[in-house]
């Protein structure tokens, strides 16, 4: 983060986000867990994904390629399976209700799965995985999104960064979350660097030559036209498992397309043929197991847990005296920024000023006005 920025309170950040919502159209109680999804995200320490994100959804509403208000329509279901239409909502409630369908299936039956369609981008998946967490449960989340990964031995963006959520709990207060994109890196990770003005790093993208690209202004404008791709986790070709990657995020495609119906690939870049905006009409996929029907809950976590602490313990490469497990570095993380503030930089606090004066939200005042 820039030496520039000024860190702003959680609860400041938190009702600001809250209010937006609100006052573009969002429900109050819809634009609740939309805000606490975004501040979730900088809780844990992941800048792409919390408030750096308002505008874009501020954005989207008010070009109506996202409805504030989310109707979700079952079209199938079953004990153990329901197939949800978003309607175009907000992702992050859309997401909410799904996972809630899935751990009640879940708890009747030991797993409950739920595929969505139309829907639109709902921040960080771990935060729903987190809620089967919460009850006992192993949490697995899916999503597609705009084309942005070209696949092994190609160059046009095919895939969307697609990633792939895992969580469990443990017989420790941090649980067990893997919350990774199936690219080396993702959008939001470039808009960060594009704001803080760097370089994105060489081998996260390619140009149309197939060759490594870096300026990060040039990247974000190309993506949505063809021009640069991002590369599936284990980079270019297949030496360093390039292809694993790109198998990954097919594999996501297929769970958060086929199973609802939904749209895919080229169908997720918000433009219709004529090039005129359209809603993104992502899929999602929600799956929750219950422990409990399994193994006794207390066994799981112990187990879960020896197997993080022996993974911890084990020996260090040289000049390294610590070996983590996912989702500990954001567990820890999220102590620090509750007491001293999330980093806003300067393109941020233009961006939630113009949203508060636009909205006439004149209650509120910012560390970083002079």
Not at 85 to 96: E, K, L, P, R, T
Not at 144 to 161: C, E, H, K, Y
Not at 288 to 305: N, R, S, T, V
Request: hydrophobic fraction near 40%; glycine fraction near 12%; include cysteine.
């Amino acid at each position: 983060m820039s030496e520039q920025a000024v860190y702003v309170p959680v609860e400041i950040l938190h009702r600001f986000m809250q209010d937006v919502f609100v006052a573009v159209g969002v429900p109050e109680e819809d634009a609740c867990i939309c805000a606490d999804v975004l501040i979730a995200s900088d809780l844990r320490g992941i800048e792409s994904h919390g408030i750096g994100r308002l505008k874009m959804y501020y954005d989207r509403i008010r070009a109506g390629v996202q409805f504030p208000t989310s109707r979700l329509e079952v079209i199938t279901d079953t004990p153990t399976t329901t197939v949800v239409d978003g309607g175009h909502g907000m992702g992050q409630v859309i997401a909410y209700r799904a996972m809630e369908m899935a751990m009640r299936k879940a708890r009747a039956y030991g797993l409950g799965a739920v595929a969505v369609r139309n829907s639109t981008h709902f921040g960080i998946a771990g935060y729903y995985a987190l809620m089967a967490v919460a009850q006992g449960m192993i949490g697995m989340v899916f999503t597609n999104a705009r084309p942005s990964i070209a696949p092994t031995f190609g160059v046009q963006p095919m895939l969307g960064t697609n990633p792939i959520v895992f969580g469990a709990p443990t017989d420790e207060e941090c649980p067990f979350l893997f919350d990774g994109a199936t690219s080396i890196t993702q959008r939001g990770k470039i808009e960060v660097l594009e704001r803080e003005g760097r370089p994105t790093p060489a081998g996260w993208v390619i140009d149309q030559q197939g060759e490594a690209a870096t300026d990060t202004s040039a990247i974000l404008r190309g993506l949505g036209q063809d021009r640069y791709a991002l590369l599936p986790l284990g980079g270019a070709g297949e030496e360093f498992g390039g292809h694993k990657g790109y198998g990954l995020a097919t594999i996501v495609e297929i769970l958060c397309a086929a199973l609802q119906g939904g749209s895919y690939l080229h169908g997720l870049t918000g433009f219709d043929a004529q090039g005129r905006r359209q809603p993104y009409a992502l899929g999602h996929f929600f799956l929750a197991m219950d422990i409990a029907h399994f193994i006794p809950l207390d066994e799981f976590k112990a187990i879960a847990g020896g197997i993080v602490r022996q993974l911890r313990a084990s020996r260090k490469a040289p000049g390294h005296d610590r070996i983590w497990t996912a989702g500990e570095k954001e567990h820890e993380m999220e102590a620090v920024v509750r007491a001293q503030g999330v980093p806003v930089n300067p393109h941020l606090q233009r961006e939630i000023l113009v949203m508060r004066d636009e909205l006439k939200l004149a209650a509120y005042r910012f560390p970083f006005e002079a």
